[in-house]
């Protein structure tokens, strides 16, 4: 019998899940949160500064996997073949030259710039703007398949924005490591960053990657950006490895640590979107949207399919960074389930506040009252939402609240709503914000179409795809496509294990990891055609809206 475990780490927690490779049930799991993070440490909102500690990953891996593994038969430990991993992205951190990341050096501990620089960190917004410059006059353009635009979410303008920030962190900055990478190999003993492998998913889609042009961009680009960037090259890589390569096993410490053997083979990680993607059974011709705090696209496209298209706006398009084989093609916004809970937390404000400070109830009483009442308000917008008629309203709303990801990623714009009257109601914005999510959305599909990618199937996962059937359906509406939903809350987790039941040699290809373990789908929402017909002229106004603002926040910033 042969088990393999999938850790999905997200943006608030780590998930393990373990499964049998033969036919995808699903053993046990487990999820912890990271408690660092969760008491909201090394974080500034106001700035767009979103750090992680690496004890977080480091403690939340070793309790979620042990706990899960309490929760399976006795025989199910001995017998797990394979492990791997997903994070989000793109989520580095500056190491010494040991591979250490430097948020575990005493002296830099509590340093937020020492720490992993979570995707949604949009700090380095400068750092960007000056790597799209140089690449647009450099005799090469190292952005052209990464959609021709670098954003402030990846990891050169990170690390980048980091070292500029802080001497302390730039005596002791020798390399940097993306997450995904990180943990296997702190789990294989490999974490030299020379010679730890290193994810194509992630080099491809983030660190400007091609093997086109031998790996990374060479050492004098990164020198005319700054002399701060002199020699990272070469403490680096060229070679990068999609994820159904062996990382290695498990080192005998950490066999011990997590309760396995120290055969366990280690696979090489990926970004959480992609294995996601995998988890639902991609396949050519399926457009997978990862919904959740933000949303992430996903694509895979045959060779004599994708020939020599270059897609402007999107975040890459990589060999073998979905599935081994195939172009992966990654889109996606940089705010989707952010947006509601925004709003929620705008009208939950004098909630929390007044009958925090009334004298007629006691303190459990007031707990109970405010937590009763937060939790009703988006299942109670969403319900008087969905009674109002699509076009009633003239409230239309842009869904930059984050910035834009894509189409063309622009972390400087705002947000809008539009068409406020004394008559609008919490109801009536909050369905605008809910078709603004999905406008963006339709935006990102047209990219694709218009530049000859076939889209035959949508499928949705993560937990707003199989919780808020409001917006589930709005979304097939507006893209007058029908919608299929994946079976499984935890496609992420099990895109990992197929990679892992394929590294340990359960099964030679992902494609048939994904027919063994799949878990199919729960249901299908379809678009209601006079609904679509309706919203694609309100899509119209979310255009002009959209072109407006941004040539506003152009001039501003």
């Not at 025989?75 to 997903?86: R, T």
């Not at 500029?164 to 960053?193: F, I």
């Not at 366990?264 to 995998?278: K, L, P, Q, S, T």
Request: proline share 5%; with cysteine.
């Amino acid at each position: 019998m042969n088990y393999v475990i999938g850790l999905d780490y997200g943006t608030d927690s780590c998930r393990a899940v373990i499964v049998d490779a033969s036919n995808g049930q699903e053993m046990a799991s487990a999820v912890r949160y990271y408690p660092r993070w969760m008491a909201g440490k090394y974080c500034d909102p106001q700035k767009n500064q979103y750090r992680q500690h690496p004890l977080d990953y480091i403690e939340v891996m070793e309790t979620s996997i042990r706990a899960a593994l309490a929760d399976c038969p006795a025989h199910v430990a001995p017998n797990v073949a394979g492990i791997a991993f997903d994070t989000t992205g793109s989520t580095p951190a500056l190491t010494d030259s040991r591979g250490v990341p430097l948020a575990l050096l005493p002296e830099l501990a509590e340093n937020p710039h020492a720490m992993f620089v979570l995707w949604k960190d949009h700090t380095a917004v400068k750092e960007a703007a000056e790597i799209n410059k140089l690449a647009k006059e450099w005799h090469t353009d190292y952005t052209a398949y990464e959609g021709g635009i670098y954003s402030s979410e990846w990891v050169w303008a990170k690390m980048w924005h980091v070292l500029r920030q802080d001497p302390s962190v730039r005596e002791k900055a020798y390399a940097w490591v993306e997450h995904c990478d990180w943990m296997p190999a702190l789990l294989t003993g490999n974490v030299q960053p020379e010679t730890l492998l290193r994810s194509r998913c992630a080099a491809g889609h983030k660190a400007l990657w091609h093997a086109s042009w031998g790996g990374l961009p060479p050492n004098d680009f990164f020198a005319a950006l700054d002399p701060l960037l002199d020699g990272f090259r070469e403490h680096l890589f060229s070679e990068t490895h999609p994820s159904h390569t062996v990382a290695g096993c498990l080192t005998e410490e950490w066999a011990g640590r997590l309760g396995l053997s120290s055969k366990v083979v280690v696979g090489v990680g990926a970004f959480d979107c992609h294995m996601g993607a995998v988890g639902a059974e991609i396949r050519p011709g399926a457009f997978v949207r990862v919904i959740g705090t933000s949303t992430c696209d996903v694509m895979v496209v045959p060779y004599r399919e994708m020939g020599n298209k270059l897609i402007p706006g999107i975040c890459g398009q990589v060999d073998g960074s979905v599935i081994p084989g195939m172009v992966g093609l990654e889109a996606g916004q940089s705010g989707f389930g952010d947006i509601y809970a925004w709003f929620r937390q705008i009208l939950e404000w004098p909630i929390r506040r007044i009958v925090a400070s009334s004298e007629r109830l006691d303190e459990e009483n007031k707990r109970k009252l405010i937590d009763e009442t937060v939790e009703q308000i988006i299942p109670l917008l969403s319900e008087e939402a969905a009674q109002i008629p699509v076009g009633e309203s003239l409230l239309v709303a842009t869904d930059w609240m984050n910035g834009r990801r894509t189409p063309d990623a622009n972390q400087l714009l705002k947000g809008s709503i539009t068409g406020l009257t004394l008559g609008s109601t919490a109801p009536s914005v909050f369905k605008a914000l809910v078709e603004a999510t999905a406008f963006g959305s339709k935006a990102i599909v047209e990219r694709f179409i218009e530049n000859g990618i076939e889209i035959k199937e949508v499928i949705g996962i993560g937990g707003i795809s199989l919780k808020s059937p409001f917006v589930m359906q709005t979304l097939a509406d507006v893209l007058g496509m029908p919608i299929k939903v994946a079976r499984t809350e935890q496609a992420c987790a099990f895109g990992a294990a197929m990679f892992a039941s394929v590294a340990a040699g359960i099964y030679p290809t992902i494609e048939e990891a994904q027919q063994a373990m799949g878990q199919g789908f729960a249901f299908e929402y379809a678009p209601n055609p006079t609904h679509h017909t309706r919203y694609m002229d309100l899509y119209k106004r979310y255009r002009a809206i959209g072109q407006f603002t941004e040539s506003l926040d152009n001039i501003i910033n």
